[in-house]
């Protein structure tokens, strides 16, 4: 079976060809750390971590690298509303971020870079755009450097569009570009209205970086010149991951081979979004179902699919994966299979085709059911652990990922020193005692299930 991919780039399914065999090298981009993260934002992050754990067991050897964007023009601009330093709100909204991946199992990259970590690394290729004609300078003394797109012939290749059909680009003041369609590589401090703790010196006077620029030096910082993969919500195709391209290749570098978007979490057939008002925070998400759940709920779809979320449809994908924790619950067992159905790699090959994947997992656990008491129900059962795997959904991963793992740590140590007092009056035929810790234990909301490999817990 050969692994085929979506490229957005030249819109077919392709082979899946690494640069170098046995390796592949992702870049995706993360989050410009300016609030708290919604359902929205972590769609990217949970179908990326499939795609990476996809890879891992094809055997691939996966060097993954999500960054953050901590200075932006948002991120200056909601500080001063709050009255805090940039760097302190960027700082805490990527602890909020962390958390919020943690709970839903997204694994930590090999690497998350920061702009503010590489300005070196983006001032050297901009010094090469510069000097191989494609960028330059402004000259109403701002200090701000832009890519010129029309020096660049293959601009707008990426979204199949001319430079005349596009719209301005936004991001800086247009009267020292060239064109409008310009973007900015280098933002010029604006000491009026900008702290100075948010500019560095650079060769064009102090200030930061573009938005694009930083995207394209840190892949290469840590991919080379030319990677696999570079991924993204769809909504990053035009500017950003056009004008990335642009620029990388324009500096000489051949930049991605394929292109992955994964599609947006509407709300009333709008992309979920802070400006919106729509937006539903992971933490308020996860007071109703668990971070296990709502990753189901959104891997059960295709990654190139519209989701469109509803309270109703995640309750439904939790009682659907509830029912799949108590099938592994009643065959008991901690065995993986060293293979997945090939069913279910089929599907994972074809596109990460996860809702066929889903199919054929249900489809297991309904074997196993009918073989309950059996071999065959432990063969299901490793199986679906296999899949589970691959999908980021084994819920013994979640005891650890999600949450606060101190007090997970504490509430289980106390949980098992009951469970050591009950054996031990059960050992004792204090049938009295031990029914009154199980009855301790409901009570704080503590489930307690006699299997043949002892007691299980559960809240």
Request: proline content about 5%.
């Amino acid at each position: 079976m050969t692994l085929r991919l979506y490229d957005t780039a030249t819109r077919e399914v392709r082979d899946f060809v690494p640069l170098e065999e046995g390796k592949a090298g992702i870049y995706v981009c993360g989050l410009t750390v300016q609030s708290e993260p919604h359902v929205g934002h972590v769609r990217s992050a949970v179908n990326f971590d499939v795609l990476r754990r996809w890879l891992t067991r094809r055997g691939y050897q996966v060097d993954f690298i999500r960054n953050v964007t901590d200075i932006d023009d948002k991120i200056l601009r909601k500080a001063a509303e709050q009255g805090v330093h940039w760097y302190e709100l960027a700082q805490r909204m990527h602890h909020e971020l962390d958390d919020a991946l943690a709970a839903i199992n997204v694994q930590r990259p090999t690497y998350e870079p920061g702009a503010t970590g590489h300005v070196p690394e983006i001032l050297e290729l901009i010094a090469r755009l510069v000097a191989a004609g494609h960028a330059y300078a402004a000259e109403d003394g701002s200090g701000d450097v832009y890519f010129d797109v029309r020096s660049w012939p293959q601009y707008g290749e990426l979204t199949r569009q001319g430079i005349d059909d596009m719209e301005p680009a936004g991001d800086a003041d247009p009267r020292g570009k060239r064109d409008p369609r310009d973007f900015a590589l280098w933002k010029g401090w604006k000491k009026d209205s900008e702290p100075e703790t948010a500019a560095w010196p650079s060769p064009y006077g102090p200030g930061r970086p573009g938005w694009h620029i930083e995207c394209s030096a840190m892949a290469r910082k840590y991919l080379g010149p030319a990677f696999d993969i570079h991924g993204g919500g769809v909504d990053l195709r035009f500017p950003h991951h056009e004008n990335e391209q642009a620029q990388s290749r324009a500096a000489g570098d051949p930049f991605a081979s394929y292109w992955l978007h994964n599609a947006w979490i509407t709300t009333s057939g709008e992309k979920m979004s802070k400006s919106l008002g729509n937006s539903l925070l992971v933490p308020n998400v996860l007071a109703r179902v668990r971070g296990v759940e709502l990753r189901y709920y959104m891997v059960s779809a295709h990654y190139r699919s519209m989701v469109e979320f509803s309270f109703e449809a995640l309750e439904e994908a939790a009682t659907s994966f509830r029912r799949v924790e108590a099938f592994l619950e009643r065959a008991g067992g901690t065995e993986v299979a060293s293979e997945v159905p090939d069913a279910f790699a089929a599907a994972m090959d074809d596109d990460l085709g996860t809702p066929a994947a889903m199919a054929v997992l249900h489809d297991t656990v309904r074997e196993g059911n009918t073989a309950a008491g059996s071999a065959g129900a432990a063969q299901a059962a490793a199986s679906v652990r296999a899949m589970l795997d691959v999908l980021g959904l084994n819920p013994f991963d979640f005891a650890t990922t999600g949450g606060d793992d101190t007090l997970t740590g504490v509430v289980d140590v106390l949980v098992q020193g009951l469970l050591e007092e009950r054996a031990q009056a059960r050992a004792d035929q204090d049938w009295a005692r031990a029914d009154a810790i199980r009855d301790r234990l409901k009570a704080a909301g503590v489930e307690i299930e006699d299997t043949p490999d002892g007691p299980k817990w559960s809240v």
